[in-house]
C-alpha cells in the first residue's frame, strides 16, 4: 500500500519550455501532497506544501509564479515549471501523505533544461 | 530553527560488518522523526518512524533508536543490497513539513 506514481521519470528539453510533472497516490487518498528539490550528492528541500482544492503554501525563496502547483483532487498535484532555464534543471520529488501516516514518495522526475 | 545533520557523509563497509548512521536534530516539539532510504535516481522508500525518546524500532538487518538529541540506524551484518543513501528527517509539532538531513552514503563490499 501507499503507492505514489510520479510522471514523467525524465525530461529534457530547450530553454524557455514549460514542464508539467504529475504526483499521483495510487492505492490512497492523501490529504496533503508535498513537492521537493534535489541537487546531486544533497537533501531533499522543500519547495511547496498542497492540499486539495486550495492554494499551495510556497517555501521562502522559491517561486510561486515559476513552479505553479495544482491540486486538482485527493489524489493528485501537479506542478508545472514555466519558462524553464537550465539553472532550473534537477530532480523533482512529489510525496504524499495521509493523516498521520508518514509521507510516502514518488520516484522523481530528473529535468534536464539545455 | 529546525536542524538535522547526518554522519557521516559517507560510509563504506565490507559485508557483514556492522556499524551505525548518526542523525543529530533539533526541533522545536519533535512530532516525529523518520528514516528512508533512497537508491540512485529513485524517491526515498520510508523505513521507520520514532516518536519519542527510548524508542526502538527494527526490520530486518536495520535497528532504529531515538534519544533527546539524536537517532541511530544500526545495520548489523550488511549486505551489498543495503547500499543506498539513508536520509532522516524531523517533523515538528507545529506543522506537517520534514526537514531532511543530507544523507549517508552506505556502500556495502562483497
Known amino acids: 500500500g501507499a503507492v505514489v506514481s510520479q510522471h514523467p521519470s525524465r525530461v529534457i528539453c530547450k530553454s524557455g519550455t514549460s514542464v508539467k510533472i504529475e504526483c499521483r497516490s495510487l492505492d490512497f487518498q492523501a490529504t496533503t501532497m508535498f513537492w521537493y528539490r534535489q541537487f546531486p550528492k544533497q537533501s531533499l528541500m522543500l519547495m511547496a506544501t498542497?492540499?486539495?482544492?486550495?492554494?499551495?503554501?510556497?517555501e521562502q525563496g522559491v517561486e510561486k509564479d515559476k513552479f505553479l502547483i495544482n491540486h486538482a483532487s485527493l489524489t493528485l498535484s501537479t506542478l508545472t515549471v514555466t519558462s524553464a532555464h537550465p539553472e532550473d534543471s534537477s530532480f523533482y520529488i512529489c510525496s504524499a501523505e495521509k493523516g498521520d501516516q508518514p509521507q510516502h514518495f514518488g520516484d522523481g522526475t530528473r529535468l534536464s533544461i539545455l | 530553527e529546525d536542524q538535522v545533520t547526518q554522519s557521516p557523509e559517507a560510509l563504506r563497509l565490507q559485508e557483514g560488518e556492522s556499524s551505525s548512521l548518526n542523525c543529530s536534530y533539533t526541533v522545536s516539539g519533535l512530532r516525529g522523526l523518520f528514516w528512508y532510504r533512497q537508491d540512485p535516481g529513485k524517491g526515498p522508500e520510508f523505513l521507520f518512524t520514532l516518536y519519542s525518546a527510548g524508542e526502538e524500532k527494527e526490520k530486518e538487518r536495520l535497528k532504529a533508536t531515538l534519544t533527546k538529541k539524536e537517532s541511530f540506524l544500526h545495520i548489523t551484518a550488511p549486505k551489498p543490497e543495503d547500499s543506498a543513501t539513508y536520509l532522516c528527517a524531523v517533523q515538528a509539532v507545529y506543522n506537517n513539513d520534514m526537514r531532511f538531513g543530507a544523507g549517508t552514503r552506505l556502500t556495502v563490499k562483497p
Open positions: 498542497s492540499n486539495e482544492g486550495s492554494k499551495a503554501t510556497y
